[in-house]
């Protein structure tokens, strides 16, 4: 008995030490976050955006995205897509063996026809079966791609990539609402910088409660879901700090696969999304950043702090937590696949600085708070537990956690403004002082047995994600 309470008395020391280093980290990147927010404000009109848009000498861009059984909402998606105010571009949907009428609903209303068009199979795929543009001129920026079906986005898109004809492409989802100046903004950087950017991204909102119009947001609203609104604290949270605070560092390892933009050539000499992957777009960007690392090039990859993408999140338990066992079996499954890339100075700062921090402040946490909820138990039962000790650990992670959640949120509404009152302000403020005790422990739940299901090599079900669509408003402009 004495070993047993001597194991949990120093796990309590280490853990504290170790919590200690996590806070330490996260300031840091909170202030890495602030100075890149301000210097990218700063900067914003070195190049303005209507610059790009009014050029003739534009850099091409393909927007691509994955389509599989999206009939109800396909048509009014693709619109979407088309509204960009860009002088060059495409939209490149490509049908993932829908098997309800996706492909007929997109042929019907766009007056598609199947063309004679050069494949090149650079990316290996599922057989694609051909290729179909509009017979309208209004569309001539559209072109289908019909393929059988490969299981997985990353096969779709290795397709669009495939069969894109600009060198730079945008993955989003066939259900995001991009706004219209998007590509404008994506490429600014691949223009203003000289060292070659590879990549990149900005931030995503939640579409749940939003009212659109012609393809655009026309009312930014709090969601009304339980589950869709504490996602909308954890994605400002992550994306307004997490990778603005990477970004300015050049350590981004994650460009969300809801929006992104890409220099093609070297995704494809990297080899594309892999279909195998539960975190595609993650598992992506650590093989290009290794690609560069290997070939010895200056390479950055850029997040901007700007909301030009809004989708549809989990609104049920079920889904939300299938997506969240997936994500974390995508986290620990890149983490595996690349474990050469830790502490090797060969990658420079992803194998000295990123790929670490991964490991022991994203992947480490859950594992750790779980073994600690044993340990408190344990201690509860056999031993005298030092509930001083636990009250003041206990009450200054709960502090740190919310005061940075809602530095974030206040930040958020300082400088975007998507709230139409202070009466949804308020609720958000109020869902971050009870995110701890609801919504954490789903995550915690979620990441355990994701990691569980990854070390019994269980198959993933990837399910689908019932698509509640978009509120279109129909009020006059």
């Known amino acids: 008995m004495n070993t047993l309470e001597n194991i949990i008395k120093n796990y309590e020391i280490y853990i504290s030490y170790y919590s200690i280093s996590y806070i330490i980290f996260y300031l840091v990147l909170a202030i890495l976050s602030w100075t890149a927010i301000k210097k990218y404000y700063k900067s914003k009109y070195f190049l303005l955006k209507e610059i790009l848009v009014k050029s003739n000498h534009a850099i091409g861009v393909s927007i691509i995205a994955p389509a599989f059984n999206e009939e109800a909402t396909i048509v009014y998606n693709v619109k979407s897509l088309l509204f960009q105010e860009y002088p060059k571009f495409e939209v490149v949907i490509v049908n993932d063996g829908s098997t309800d009428t996706t492909l007929e609903k997109l042929i019907h209303e766009f007056s598609l026809v ?5 494949y090149q199979e650079k990316i290996i795929t599922q057989t694609v079966r051909g290729h179909y543009k509009s017979t309208n001129p ?4 559209l072109l289908v791609v019909d393929k059988e079906n490969g299981k997985s986005k990353a096969d779709a898109s290795n397709a669009g990539i495939n069969s894109a004809k600009y060198g730079l492409f945008v993955c989003t989802d066939v259900d995001c609402i991009l706004r219209k100046d998007t590509i404008s903004m994506l490429a600014k950087p691949f223009i203003e910088n000289t060292e070659k950017v590879i990549a990149t991204g900005a931030a995503i909102r939640i579409s749940n409660s939003c009212e659109f119009k012609d393809g655009m947001l026309y009312k930014s609203h709090f969601p009304d879901n339980f589950f869709a609104r504490f996602q909308e604290l954890e994605y400002i949270r992550s994306f307004l700090f997490g990778r603005m605070a990477w970004s300015k560092i050049n350590g981004l390892l ?5 929006l992104g933009m890409f ?7 990297a080899g594309g999304y892999w279909h195998k992957s539960l975190g595609e777009d993650m598992e992506l960007i650590t093989r290009m950043r290794k690609l560069m690392h290997e070939k010895k090039e200056k390479f950055l990859i850029i997040y901007i702090p700007e909301s030009l993408c809004w989708t549809e999140v989990p609104a049920s338990r079920t889904v939300f937590l299938r997506q969240r066992v997936r994500w974390a079996r995508g986290l620990i499954q890149t983490l595996y696949l690349h474990k050469n890339v ?10 000295l600085l990123v790929f670490p921090y991964y490991f022991f402040f994203e992947f480490a946490v859950p594992a750790i708070e779980f073994v600690g909820l044993l340990v408190l ?9 030092n509930y001083h000790f636990l009250l003041i650990g206990t009450s200054f992670v709960y502090l740190f956690y919310i005061t940075i959640t809602l530095v974030s ?11 139409t009152g ?8 109020v869902m971050v002082f009870i995110e701890p005790f609801v919504f954490h422990p789903l995550n915690v739940y979620a990441s355990i047995k994701g990691y569980w299901h990854f070390f019994n090599q269980k198959e993933q079900n990837w399910g689908t994600q019932v698509r509640q669509g978009f509120n279109i408003s129909t009020e006059n402009s």
């Open 342 to 351: 830790f502490f090797n100075p060969k990658y420079g700062k992803t194998g």
């Open 138 to 141: 209004i569309y001539a920026k």
């Open 422 to 429: 202070i009466k949804e302000v308020l609720i958000l403020i």
């Open 263 to 269: 220099d093609k050539e070297t995704v494809i000499e």
């Open 377 to 385: 138990l344990l201690d509860f039962l056999f031993f005298k537990l």
């Open 409 to 419: 949120v206040l930040l958020d509404q300082l400088i975007y403004k998507h709230y």
């Open 114 to 118: 199947k063309v004679d068009f050069f």
């Open 254 to 258: 994650l460009v969300s696969g809801g």
